[in-house]
């Protein structure tokens, strides 16, 4: 009995040592200064401002296939998933401080090579999917999330980078529009607003009828790139983040 009090004593007080830490104890460094690596690049030439204009990104709608809890990989497609494969990458920016945004949370979701969500299970080859469908899938039909597919949440680097692998999503025919090809996007940062967006790409003959995309300026140009193990398209998006309440 003396024995289990002595060592319920010794358990209490190597948990009270752990907790108390001494004056000098100073928090584990930071990394070096981001801000000093901008200053750096501009000193040198650098390109280190957004894609566009200093202005918060243009926002557009949801739509009906965003799911939350995506996993965080690089990869938004499946190993070999057919289609072009891209690679695309940018910045995230702050709007009122004009420094990239580390840390931001972005969620990527798109269709696949067939313009088809995981949301949606085989695609009706006898009609095109209706508005009402849409919103059916929105509703009830989100994918178990271990089945989620072509969805994925990332996070911005130090000097607020990002950069991920997938394959040129497909057109697909909703009510009466066609969707062009596009890759949705949210942003998140402390701070800062959400912006619920889309990218588009330039050449998409379905972009002058979509009612979205005919409005947005996100329009990328994508161009071949001849890499060390074959050709893919590669695309550059940057995002300029509001400042919350602003
Ligand atoms: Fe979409």
């Known amino acids: 009995m003396k024995q289990d009090s002595n060592r319920r004593e010794f358990l209490a007080l190597g948990s009270l040592a752990a907790l108390a830490l001494p004056a000098s104890a100073a928090p584990t460094p930071s990394t070096e200064d981001n801000h000093g690596y901008i200053n750096f690049l501009k000193g040198k030439g650098e390109d280190v401002v957004p894609e566009g204009k200093w202005k918060a990104t243009h926002a557009d709608i949801l739509g009906p296939f965003w799911?939350?809890?995506a996993p965080y990989?690089?990869?938004?497609?499946?190993?070999?998933a057919p289609g072009e494969l891209l690679v695309m990458r940018g910045r995230v920016w702050g709007h009122r401080s004009r420094e990239p945004l580390a840390h931001t949370v972005l969620d990527i979701w798109q269709a696949d090579h067939k313009g088809v969500y995981d949301f949606q299970t085989a695609p009706r080859p006898d009609r095109r999917p209706t508005l009402a469908d849409a919103r059916g899938f929105s509703?009830?039909?989100q994918p178990a999330r271990a089945n989620f597919k072509?969805?994925?949440r990332l996070v911005t680097d130090e000097q607020g980078f990002y950069e991920y692998e997938t394959i040129k999503p497909a057109a697909y025919g909703i009510g009466s529009t066609t969707r062009p090809s596009h890759i949705h996007?949210?942003?998140q940062a402390k701070g800062h607003a959400r912006v619920i967006t889309q990218c588009y790409f330039k050449g998409d003959k379905h972009i002058a009828k979509d009612p979205w995309a005919s409005k947005s300026p996100l329009i990328v140009t994508l161009k071949k790139v001849k890499g060390e193990y074959g050709t893919y398209l590669e695309g550059q998006f940057d995002l300029v983040l509001a400042t919350a309440g602003a």
Do not use: E
């Open 67 to 69: 799911a939350g809890g």
């Open 73 to 80: 990989r690089g990869k938004v497609t499946a190993p070999l």
């Open 139 to 141: 509703g009830g039909t």
């Open 150 to 152: 072509n969805r994925i």
């Open 185 to 187: 996007y949210m942003a």
